[in-house]
C-alpha cells in the first residue's frame, strides 16, 4: 500500500526544489537540541503555521521511529485508524511505515484499527512529514488519524500507545498534529488557545480535554495532543514548554478571523 501526496501544491509546494527551499526558510538551524517524547504542531498551510512547526522540530532529536497522531477533518473511517503497513510518498522521497510499531499498537489497543480511509485525503499528518524529512533523513511514520473520542477513550488509547513504545524498546517521538480556536479574532483566539495551552504546560491532559469542551476552544487536534500527553506521561514525562504561539494574522494581515498556532514540546 502506497499513499500518495493529498495537499502537495496546496499547503505546501509539491516540487522537491521549492520545498526544501521553502523549509530552509522555515527551519532554524539550532543545534543545542533536547530530547522529547511528544511535541504538538501546527497543521496549516506552511505560509501560515510553518515557522511554529519548523522552530518546534528544530529544536527537539528527531529519532528513528516517529508516531504521527492527527485529527480526522472529513469524517471518513474507524475512530482510531492506523494505517499499518506500506509507504507514504512525498515530495522529498518515500517513507516507509513502521510496521512491527504499528502491530503493537494493534496488539496493546482494542479501539486502534486497520483502516487505510482516513488517511487517504487527510492533511493534518501529511503536512507534518517534509519538516521531518528535513530534519532527518531515516525514518518511519507511524500515522493514526483520530475522530471524537471521549476522555476514558483517549486515556485507553494513550496507556495503550505507551505500552506499544515500551515493548518496542527504541526511542520513539509522537507528533500531536493540532491548529488551535479556529474563525474568531484575535484576541478571542488569544485568550481561549491560553487557556488549553496553560493545562498543556500543567501536564493536565484530562483538564486540557475538559477546557476545550466546556470553553467552546475549536482545538481541531484536542483528540491527538490529549493522547501524546497521557501516553508521555505513561513514559515518564514531566515537562511541557511552549515554543511559540502565533495566529494567521501574522501572515494575512487580517486580524478579525484568525486560526491559532501552538508550538510546544513535552519531554
Known amino acids: 500500500m502506497q499513499r500518495d501526496p493529498a495537499v502537495a501544491n496546496q499547503f505546501y509546494p509539491g516540487e522537491a526544489k521549492s520545498l526544501r527551499r521553502m523549509l530552509e526558510g522555515l527551519i532554524p538551524n539550532i543545534s543545542d537540541k533536547q530530547d522529547a ?3 504538538v504542531s501546527p497543521h496549516a498551510g506552511y505560509i501560515y503555521s510553518g515557522a ?13 521511529d516517529i508516531i504521527i497522531l492527527g485529527p480526522n477533518h472529513h469524517g471518513y473511517g474507524k475512530a ?5 503497513q506500506g509507504s507514504w510518498m512525498m515530495p522529498l522521497g518515500e517513507v516507509d511505515i513502521n510496521e512491527t510499531l504499528a502491530a503493537l499498537l494493534l496488539k496493546h489497543s482494542a479501539t486502534i484499527k486497520e483502516d487505510t480511509l482516513a488517511h487517504r485525503f487527510e492533511h493534518s499528518l501529511e503536512v507534518q512529514v517534509p519538516f521531518l524529512q528535513y530534519l532527518r533523513q531515516d525514518f518511519t511514520i507511524t500515522p493514526l488519524v483520530i475522530s471524537y473520542l471521549s476522555y476514558e477513550t483517549c486515556r485507553e488509547v494513550g496507556i495503550s500507545l505507551a505500552k506499544a513504545i ?40 484530562e483538564g486540557l480535554y475538559k477546557t476545550v469542551k466546556d470553553k467552546g476552544i475549536t482545538m481541531c487536534g484536542v483528540m491527538p495532543a490529549t493522547i501524546a500527553m497521557i501516553a508521555a506521561q505513561e513514559l515518564g514525562a514531566s515537562k511541557a514548554e511552549l515554543v511559540r504561539y502565533t495566529d494567521s494574522g501574522e501572515a494575512s494581515g487580517d486580524i478579525s478571523q484568525v486560526v491559532g498556532y501552538a508550538g510546544i514540546i513535552i519531554s
Open 80 to 84: 482510531v485508524a492506523l494505517m499499518d
Open 52 to 64: 511554529v512547526a519548523g522552530e518546534t522540530l528544530a529544536k527537539v532529536n528527531i529519532p528513528a
Open 166 to 205: 515500551k515493548e518496542y524498546g527504541k526511542p520513539v517521538l509522537m507528533v500531536a498534529s493540532s491548529d488551535m480556536s479556529h474563525y474568531e479574532s484575535r484576541a478571542s483566539a488569544t485568550a481561549k488557545d491560553n487557556l488549553a495551552i496553560d493545562r498543556i504546560k500543567a501536564f493536565d491532559p
Open 37 to 39: 517524547l511528544a511535541v
